[in-house]
């Protein structure tokens, strides 16, 4: 035997596992070209389970001094008392002040939180905010506050509605992400957004 008739089983050997070990990649190439071509056939695929629900957004428009108004209802849908509480995120957090920052609803019952947004003296026209409003509840949820300074205030009242129930309908998805029923208990000053 000459040394390239030798080496052909080898190479033959090493193809073959080279093969094998790229299938795996080749699955998962596969796997997720199959969920995007469902996403743009019209099967979406949902935001992870700990991603708060976006509940609606509030454009306001204030002259600097003013103020603004975020009236929140919230329902418990459910069977049981639910604790809900509300925080605000970001640079428009400090603007901010709630009434309540915490209810207890019992079943089946409704309130609102009042969320005002005040915005300073010293603001320049022209500048713009946004940021969410933390709702949570049985579930989590957020309302985006877009925020302009104007010469004039035109829009400084918004009204949202949050049906705050626990997801018990089972999808295909919640094979590959977590079950979806009310929140578990959490210490007092956390959003209950997940950090990374």
């Known amino acids: 035997m000459n040394a390239s008739t030798e080496k052909l089983p080898t190479l033959s050997l090493g193809t073959s596992i080279a093969k094998l070990l790229e299938m795996p990649t080749q699955f998962a190439a596969a796997v997720v070209g199959g969920a995007l071509e469902r996403t743009s056939s019209g099967c979406t ?39 809900v509480s509300v925080t605000a995120l970001g640079k428009l957090a400090g603007w901010i002040t709630f009434s309540p920052t915490t209810l207890l609803l019992d079943p089946q019952e409704r309130a609102t939180l009042l969320v005002a947004v005040q915005a300073p003296e010293w603001a320049k026209v022209g500048e713009r905010l946004s940021g969410p409003v933390i709702i949570r509840g049985c579930r989590n949820h957020f309302v985006r506050v877009e925020l302009v300074l104007g010469e004039c205030t035109s829009n400084s009242c918004c009204d949202i509605t949050i049906d705050d129930c626990a997801e018990n309908v089972h999808h295909w998805y919640d094979h590959f992400y977590c079950p979806r029923p009310c929140n578990a208990p959490r210490p007092s000053g956390t959003t209950g957004v997940r950090d990374g």
């Open 45 to 83: 695929i949902p935001p992870p389970c700990w991603e708060p629900k976006h509940a609606g957004t509030c454009n306001l428009m204030l002259v600097p001094g003013n103020k603004a108004l975020i009236r929140i209802h919230v329902m418990n849908c459910g069977w049981s008392r639910q604790v």
